[in-house]
């Protein structure tokens, strides 16, 4: 696995050099630093943040390369102790949240949200501490109107449709106690022409039979 190129910087506006290394991992670093952390496919495209004693901690920005310039790409909070509660990824041309994502101990947890490339609202939900569905599962056009709505209550009980940004129900299904229960159906468009569909039949929440 090729090392990873790691610059220091004195502080988090990342304007000033101190140093670089190449290390296999950041839990090499055994220090507080703010770095750039350089690796992957793409040379150009970069993460940065601060690490403390090896660990991810506050706001982390990711940068990809677009040929003549950088575009950020996503944003990840970390807990103290490394853990990410919040997600946060941008449109590359209007720049834009598209995805806002909560987590705890690495499940969805609490509000979720995904916009329109405008930054207009598209769908919001909420899940639990184990990332299951409960209560409002909203989906909304660009214009704002209501394409589907959802109450599932606390004990996530209730049917979800799941519409992609152009308005195409991608799959739908019900859920029973926060288990998916009864015939689940996904939708692949193809071409413009009629959708080819995957159906699951679920009883507590284990797949049964498909077609």
Request: aromatic share 14%.
């Amino acid at each position: 696995m090729p090392k990873k190129k790691l610059i220091f910087f004195t502080d988090s506006t990342f304007q000033q050099k101190k140093d670089s290394v190449f290390a296999d991992s950041l839990s090499q670093i055994k220090e507080e630093a703010f770095v750039q952390v350089y690796g992957g496919n793409n040379k150009q495209s970069f993460e940065q943040g601060k690490l403390n004693n090896g660990i991810k901690v506050g706001l982390w920005k990711s940068y990809v390369d677009m040929l003549d310039h950088t575009v950020l790409q996503d944003e990840k909070l970390y807990s103290p102790e490394g853990d990410m509660t919040n997600f946060k990824a941008y449109d590359y041309d209007t720049k834009q949240v598209v995805e806002d994502k909560n987590y705890l101990h690495d499940q969805l947890t609490g509000i979720q949200k995904e916009f329109y490339p405008t930054g207009n609202l598209h769908v919001s939900f909420e899940t639990d501490e184990k990332g299951k569905y409960i209560n409002d599962f909203i989906v909304l056009s660009e214009k704002g109107e209501t394409i589907f709505a959802s109450h599932l209550g606390s004990q996530g009980t209730g049917y979800i449709k799941y519409y992609d940004k152009d308005n195409f129900l991608i799959w739908e299904g019900s859920f029973k106690n926060k288990k998916k229960e009864g015939w689940h159906h996904e939708y692949m468009p193809d071409a413009g022409r009629k959708a080819t569909t995957k159906s699951i039949l679920y009883q507590d929440d284990k797949p049964v039979k498909t077609k």
